[in-house]
């Protein structure tokens, strides 16, 4: 249970679904870990259960939508002088409907928060981690990037877009020390969904994610946990580009 003991981690969307996972399991194995995303209460509760558990947690607010957010809170978590050893960003948010009615808030807020604001993250913390020539930067994205999926096609360019981002990084800085891994998932119940909660799609919506995404399986948080722990517990020595981890289905990707 001590796998990233001595570790510092920031986890950016820890509020709640897959990131709230991953965190409580950074922490679990030994890591220092920093909880990030807008709702402070949410933070405070997991960083409580952290707590109870004997580990060690942080909260922060942010939003990937200011720069001036995302700058503050790597201040924030340098502010101890330990190194950051790594990055996970599983912030996102979605509106699933067609393209030609939505409106221009939800889909200029998809390429702010999940692209623009992953982007943001990941130049802060290069600061961190490129003068020291280490550090882990992990970003999840979606199978939806890699097939596109209709009613998803603003999310799905932003997945498919930060998987590009991060094969241009590791073109440039793949000597430096610093890694990048795409952890890209399927369905994983059990989280809000990028608002998927709030927002359900409607009968179109849900027959085009079917028809592309195939069977109503899902997995659960503790799946993609178990990746995004293989990742974190890979040596400096290894570089892991990507992980693609979905439910069963019968999906040529
Ligand atoms: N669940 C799935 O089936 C699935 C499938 C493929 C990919 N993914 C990807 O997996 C990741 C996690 O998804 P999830 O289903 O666990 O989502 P979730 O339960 O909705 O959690 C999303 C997290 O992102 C945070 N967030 C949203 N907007 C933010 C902002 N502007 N600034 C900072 N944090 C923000 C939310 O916190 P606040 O609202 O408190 O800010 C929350 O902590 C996402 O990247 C998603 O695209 C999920």
Same mark, same amino acid.
């Given at each position: ?33 920093? *909880? =990030? ?9 997991? &960083?409580?259960?952290?707590? $109870? %558990? /004997?580990?060690? #947690? ?67 913390? *290069? =600061? ?9 930067? &992990?970003?999840?994205?979606? $199978? %939806? /990037?890699?097939? #596109? ?84 517990? $890979? ?19």
């Amino acid at each position: 249970m001590d796998l990233l003991a001595g570790r510092k981690v920031l986890v950016i969307g820890a509020s709640a679904g897959i990131g709230a996972g991953i965190a409580q399991r950074v922490a679990a194995e030994g890591a220092s870990v920093h *909880l =990030a995303a807008r709702r402070t209460d949410r933070l405070e509760q997991q &960083v409580a259960a952290i707590r $109870t %558990a /004997g580990g060690e #947690a942080t909260a922060h607010a942010c939003d990937l939508e200011s720069g001036d957010s995302v700058a503050a809170l790597f201040e924030a978590v340098a502010r101890d002088g330990a190194p950051l050893d790594a990055l996970i960003n599983a912030a996102a948010v979605l509106w699933c409907e067609p393209f030609a009615t939505q409106s221009e808030h939800a889909w200029r807020t998809m390429l702010a928060i999940n692209l623009a604001g992953a982007i943001c993250a990941t130049q802060h913390a *290069l =600061a961190h981690m490129l003068p020291r020539g280490s550090g882990h930067i &992990v970003h999840v994205t979606s $199978t %939806a /990037g890699a097939l #596109a999926i209709p009613y998803l096609s603003v999310y799905s360019t932003t997945k498919a877009a930060l998987a590009h981002f991060l094969t241009a990084m590791r073109g440039e800085y793949g000597r430096s020390g610093v890694r990048f891994t795409e952890l890209q998932i399927g369905n994983t119940g059990g989280t809000e969904g990028g608002g998927v909660v709030e927002r359900p799609p409607g009968e179109e919506g849900i027959r085009s994610i079917m028809r592309w995404t195939g069977a109503p399986s899902m997995m659960e948080i503790d799946d993609v946990v178990g990746a995004a722990m293989y990742a974190l517990s $890979t040596p400096p020595h290894v570089r892991l580009d990507r992980i693609v981890i979905r439910e069963v289905a019968e999906i040529p990707t």
